[in-house]
């Protein structure tokens, strides 16, 4: 469901100057057929902040920021893309369309649903705090005081408790009116196999979940008894929450966060109550999970750098490790506190208060350093199989880096650590960039990896010939995209068949992820196509179909060690099929070379 036409989108690029924009913002000179200043997304003293006016992108060769004018506004104002496009609206002084026909029927049906769920949401809200409040809730509020959660924060956090009864909120929630099947619907009340319908959540304390505007949209529910399982149960995804679009709290921080500039991520509902209610830092919570990009994207509009804060026996593996490696491969400035053994923020802050955390943040350090220490942390680098060991961990942390220069900067640390020769390690890096595609898949780590020269060819054909790279796209098949860096590019190129060719740079960068457009607009960035050989875009599509040949044969050929290894004799037929298939790749291999 689009937000706004396309068509209106079109034109809106149409009459918006990205130099302009910019210019309000940032101070540009004039070089060559660009423009250049100093990079408003991180701090720098000679310019590597691009603007292409003509083919509408900007890009920063410092920190890799890039994409169009829409990104720029979401980025520099911290605003999602609806609110870009109204801004820019805005700017260029077009009023915004009404919402458009044809789909309307569902559109209006879905809206009505998701207005209807909030609603339930904030019925079932209002009945938590009541029993929290209520004779129901004494344990619950007891609990409370001794965590040193006092009222107010109950107030503002909107704490809860769902009584031990079958279906008290099914009933006040029918009783407002609504029906089963949206209560259904809403996660809040469950069916079970006899088929009554009875409350989710049973004796527990109620923890609201909102939307950064503050609107109730699912609800995490923590045990009162110690032998009750499981000790978090959160609501279901719903039409109006999904939980790796979701981060506990950023109502309440986001412009705490907006204004510091930083965000402190914690792990649980009490951490983020202690630090909250002490004004410690402005916080939001992951909830125990691994963040998702999604995430990350959201903390973006409000911050770049964020500190986490959890477990020190964690911090260094499992969802803690898998967050901070996800936003330093999204570009994050990321540090680490470490508390003492078995301390949590909550722990932390009860006991020592919240000047002595925020003396902890202040020291906290890059979690790349972080990581090297701990790495490097009993390891005699006397001996070579410790080196190799260290170097093959720090590899594949090395490799998500999404930016040649620090991924060089965290390689020469790595050398400088075990000793070994930073030119050795650099290439280490470069080929664990290159085999961790055959590893992760794109969703994992958009984007990632790096672009072999043929694919910064036509990367950089389809913003600067975009005729040609689309012809030299149009000869290949899907299978030579396969295992590609910049394959989500060369997809979407192909796909985007019906606009006009000049409108394909900018309609690529808007639909991209983050991560590709930034490989997108570097590649883009650059003043002349990169070197691949004679006949340039055509050659391209060549050395890729070539590639895939080579990866069929090496798969052909990984297959026969396979069979010969399980013996030739009884795979004899199979192995010379194989063989045969090999001869036929490097026929094609051999032409195309
Ligand atoms: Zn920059």
Not at 358 to 387: I, K, M, T, V
Request: charged share 30%; proline share 4%; net charge neutral.
């Amino acid at each position: 469901m689009a937000l706004f036409p396309q068509q209106f989108i079109d034109d809106l690029r149409l009459q918006a100057n990205i130099l302009q924009v910019v210019q309000e913002y940032v101070p540009l000179k004039k070089v060559g057929r660009t423009y250049k200043g100093l990079c408003p997304f991180h701090s720098e003293k000679t310019p590597s902040f691009h603007v292409d006016p003509e083919k509408g992108f900007f890009h920063c060769f410092g920190c890799g920021v890039g994409g169009d004018i829409f990104k720029f506004l979401e980025l520099h104002e911290k605003l999602g893309f609806a609110d870009s496009v109204k801004m820019l609206a805005q700017k260029v002084g077009l009023s915004l369309p009404e919402r458009s026909e044809g789909s309307g029927d569902d559109d209006r049906r879905d809206a009505a649903l998701r207005e209807s769920l909030l609603k339930v949401h904030e019925v079932a809200a209002a009945y938590f705090r009541e029993q929290l409040a209520g004779a129901a809730g004494a344990r619950a509020r007891q609990q409370l005081a001794e965590r040193d959660v006092p009222q107010a924060t109950i107030d503002q956090l909107g704490l809860g408790f769902a009584p031990n009864s079958r279906d008290g909120l099914k009933s006040r929630l029918l009783a407002e009116g609504f029906s089963q099947a949206l209560l259904l619907q809403s996660g809040l009340v469950v069916q079970r196999d006899n088929a009554e319908v009875v409350d989710r959540f049973r004796n527990r304390l109620m923890v609201p979940i909102c939307r950064d505007t503050g609107s109730v949209i699912a609800f995490g529910g923590r045990a009162m008894d110690k032998d009750q399982v499981p000790k978090y149960l959160n609501s279901p995804e719903t039409p109006i929450y999904s939980k790796s679009r979701t981060l506990y709290g950023l109502n309440l921080s986001k412009s705490a966060i907006r204004k510091l500039g930083f965000a402190v991520l914690v792990e649980g509902y009490f951490d983020f109550a202690q630090v909250f209610r002490t004004d410690a830092a402005p916080v939001v919570a992951s909830c125990g999970t691994a963040l998702t990009s999604q995430q990350a994207q959201l903390l973006r509009r409000f911050a770049t750098k964020i500190v986490l804060s959890f477990d020190p026996d964690a911090a260094g593996q499992g969802a803690a490790a898998r967050s901070c490696e996800l936003l330093v491969a999204e570009g994050f400035d990321v540090n680490v506190v470490t508390l003492d053994k078995g301390e949590d923020p909550d722990t932390f802050i009860r006991r020592k208060g919240a000047a002595q955390y925020r003396e902890r943040l202040r020291n906290s350090r890059p979690y790349l350093e972080y990581l090297l220490d701990q790495a490097a942390a009993g390891l005699d680098f006397e001996h070579d199989e410790n080196r190799r060991q260290f170097l093959g961990r720090m590899l594949t942390v090395a490799a998500r880096i999404p930016e040649a220069a620090a991924r060089d900067q965290f390689a020469d640390r790595i050398a400088h650590k075990a000793r070994i020769t930073e030119d050795v390690v650099r290439a280490e890096i470069r080929k664990a960039a290159v085999n961790r595609r055959t590893t992760v898949t794109a969703r994992e780590l958009p984007g990632g990896g790096q672009l072999k020269p043929a694919e910064r060819g036509l990367i950089w054909g389809l913003f600067h010939k975009t005729k040609e790279a689309r012809a030299a796209l149009d000869g290949l098949d899907a299978d030579d995209l396969d295992q590609l860096a910049g394959r989500e590019v060369f997809e979407l190129a192909r796909s985007l068949h019906d606009q006009p060719a000049d409108l394909l740079p900018s309609e690529l960068l808007r639909r991209l992820s983050t991560m590709s457009a930034r490989l997108v607009t570097a590649v883009a960035g650059e003043d002349t196509a990169p070197v691949v050989g004679p006949g340039d875009l055509s050659e391209c599509a060549r050395i890729l179909k070539r590639l895939r040949c080579e990866r069929e044969r090496a798969a052909v050929q990984r297959e026969i060690d396979r069979l010969q290894g399980l013996g030739a004799g009884k795979h004899g037929d199979a192995i010379n099929l194989l063989l045969n298939q090999k001869r036929t790749l490097a026929q094609r291999i051999e032409e195309l070379t």
